[in-house]
């Protein structure tokens, strides 16, 4: 085995105690911050696991990701900035004596993408380091002469798909060969990919099928049949008591259907030249028909090659089917997951992922107060009732303990978003966040309170399809008890630990995120928070205690229902409308008496935005152009005016 001196003998790789020197350096006299004795241990521990990666993908030894846990505010974004920053600068210095090593970045957005690229250059001193990404304006075959890429978590894993591909081609090479070290920034988005027909969605995309495009295609169209009447003789099987039930296994489709196998692409090909004007209603149009059509389409073609179960979520029947989208192949990387002791993905992962040991005491938060009260109904379903009402008494109970100084977040469902910023908050400085779309942001960093109202509860069929994803279709058997390692329903497990993941990663968006003394200590912070008033939220509790030692939780006695309070709306609604268009879905179409509804307009207030909205000057109508809104105006007798979020090309 080649040691690590025979190593920097022959690459030119970045001494760890060199990192943890201008990591210190960096951080107390660029940043101003403190270091301590435990930060800098931590800082030590990612140089070494940097330089023992690279070592790793040089001899082949060892393909396994190893996931670093440095804590939120440890530095783990800049570590990895400043030693990409190190090693390209290392790189050239040791030009034509030592074999260069380049890195690639691995982030969750396209704006992160731009400004790590940005901070690697000036740490560099040079132009070492560039994003790339669909908004980008480098040239695919140019991002190779780079020492450092820097690309989002959604790329990285489209290029994984396949390693045969060009995509991963241009990440992985280089100039100096093969880059050697990939550092992923917070746990990997979308490394499962899920797919799911319902009843309701074959019977749609069926009826939108011209008679001349189902006479070419008649095996795919029947396949599509096929699946239909499979979930209608499930459904109402007198056998069917809403238990998840596997259909069939690899392979298998053909048999239990009936059907003979169709390639789905040239079917989705025809589809795409249909012109779908004559089922235009309200709430559609013509691109969101369209890609409903096609998203089925391809969930069908997925269900016919792979796996499928059945279930029942309420009304909804659907077959639903999941694959890892990241080859196990993929070389080592480095993961900084600041909750990875909570994300079950890595117990999944078993021998393919290691959890590296990071010493303790880098981050206390004796500073933070948790309040804390327990409810029923804190999921969308019910807030979807009753978030008005419960919103307004969430502003009395915060404006009787807060005082108007403050400065809050808050997060909420994305689709109570706009809801919540139509009310007047009494506080110097409120922003607003939604679950799915806050993890790594920087955006509140100087907020000093954090309201978390609404709970990112996930169906059964999410857990379901990722633990088949890793760890192989599962039979009826556990589908009904589903244990695994000595949990008893790891569903519900993993469930409640995604919950925990999310709930850290908010609660970190505020101040307590900032080291300000050497005990690694924070600004006072205050977070309020609802949690179910059951088993789920204990353990909620309890995995945020780990997470955030010495935090102080309080009970907080705020009742969700109770007497209708009565709280002032903000005078305009534009921005809440900008937040509504911003959060629906590219294709979909959102009628203007439903925007009257969601904005809580009265008729006056619509006529308004009515004039806004014709107005192509107006501040707000330019905005809705930059979201690739279209406001369309209906004309004549019952016509319908609506606005639609261009479908992303």
């Not at 450092?148 to 060009?166: D, I, K, M, S, Y």
Request: glycine content about 6%.
């Amino acid at each position: 085995m080649t040691t690590v001196i025979g190593m920097h003998e022959q690459y030119a790789l970045v001494p760890p105690l060199e990192f943890v020197s201008a990591m210190t350096d960096h951080w107390t006299q660029t940043l101003r911050m403190p270091s301590s004795s435990p930060l800098r241990s931590l800082w030590q521990k990612m140089g070494n696991v940097f330089e023992r990666t690279i070592i790793d993908n040089i001899s082949e030894c060892d393909a396994r990701w190893k996931v670093l846990q440095p804590p939120t505010g440890s530095g783990k974004t800049q570590g990895a900035c400043l030693y990409s920053a190190m090693q390209a600068k290392r790189n050239r210095d040791a030009l034509g004596n030592l074999k260069p090593v380049g890195v690639l970045l691995v982030t969750r957005l396209i704006k992160q993408a731009d400004d790590l690229a940005a901070q690697v250059n000036v740490m560099a001193g040079a132009n070492v380091a560039v994003a790339h990404h669909s908004k980008s304006e480098t040239d695919a075959d140019d991002i190779g002469r780079y020492d450092v890429l820097v690309v989002t978590h959604q790329a990285f894993v489209n290029a994984a798909e396949t390693l045969a591909g060009a995509s991963w081609s241009r990440l992985v090479q280089w100039k100096g060969g093969h880059r050697l070290l990939t550092i992923v920034d917070e746990a990997l988005a979308n490394v499962v990919e899920e797919n799911k027909v319902t009843l309701e969605s074959l019977q749609f995309v069926l009826g939108c099928v011209p008679f001349d495009v189902a006479q070419a295609f008649p095996d795919q169209v029947r396949l599509v049949e096929a699946l239909k009447d499979a979930l209608v003789q499930q459904a109402q099987s007198d056998t069917n008591d809403g238990t998840a039930k596997l259909m069939w296994r690899d392979g298998g489709a053909s048999e239990v259907l009936n059907a003979a196998p169709a390639a789905m692409k040239p079917l989705r090909e025809a589809m795409r030249k249909v012109k779908y004007d004559r089922r235009i209603r309200e709430g559609n149009t013509k691109r969101n028909i369209a890609k409903l059509v096609e998203d089925t389409l391809a969930s069908v073609q997925a269900l016919a090659d792979r796996w499928a179960y059945y279930t029942r979520i309420g009304k909804d029947h659907s077959l639903n089917s999941s694959t890892l989208t990241v080859s196990y192949a993929v070389p080592g990387a480095v993961v900084l997951d600041a909750t990875a002791s909570q994300n079950f993905l890595w117990e999944l992962f078993q021998g393919r992922a290691q959890i590296e040991p990071v010493c303790a005491g880098a981050r206390n938060y004796r500073n933070v107060t948790l309040h804390v009260a327990r409810a029923k109904g804190v999921g969308k379903t019910t807030m979807e009732k009753t978030f008005a009402a419960r919103y307004a008494r969430l502003l009395e109970a915060l404006e009787a303990q807060l005082g108007s100084d403050r400065s809050v977040f808050v997060c909420v469902h994305k689709d109570y978003e706009h809801s919540a910023e139509r009310f007047k908050h009494p506080f110097k400085r409120v922003g607003f966040g939604h679950w799915g779309a806050v993890d790594g942001r920087n955006d509140w960093k100087d907020y000093d309170t954090a309201v978390l109202f609404g709970l990112p509860y996930r169906d059964l069929i999410w857990p379901t399809n990722v633990f088949f994803a890793l760890q192989g279709v599962q039979d009826d058997v556990w589908l009904k008890t589903p244990t695994w390692k000595g949990y008893t329903n790891v569903r519900r497990l993993m469930q409640q630990r995604q919950m925990s993941v999310e709930i850290i990663q908010a609660i970190n968006r505020i101040r307590c995120r900032k080291v300000v003394d050497e005990d690694g200590g924070c600004d006072p912070a205050d977070v309020f928070i609802v949690l179910p008033a059951d088993s789920m939220g204990d353990a909620i509790l309890t995995d945020i205690k780990a997470d955030m030692p010495d935090i102080e939780v309080v009970p907080w006695s705020f009742e969700m229902d109770g007497p209708k309070v009565r709280r002032p709306r903000e005078g305009s609604s534009h921005q809440p409308l900008l937040t509504l268009m911003r959060n629906t879905e590219p294709g979909e179409s959102v009628p203007l008496s439903t925007i009257q509804r969601e904005l809580a307009l009265k008729p006056a207030g619509l006529s308004k935005l009515r004039e806004v909205l014709r107005n192509d000057t107006h501040a707000t109508s330019k905005a809705l152009v930059e979201l690739g809104v279209k406001y369309v105006s209906g004309r004549g007798p019952g016509a319908k005016s609506f606005l639609v979020k261009q479908q992303v090309a």
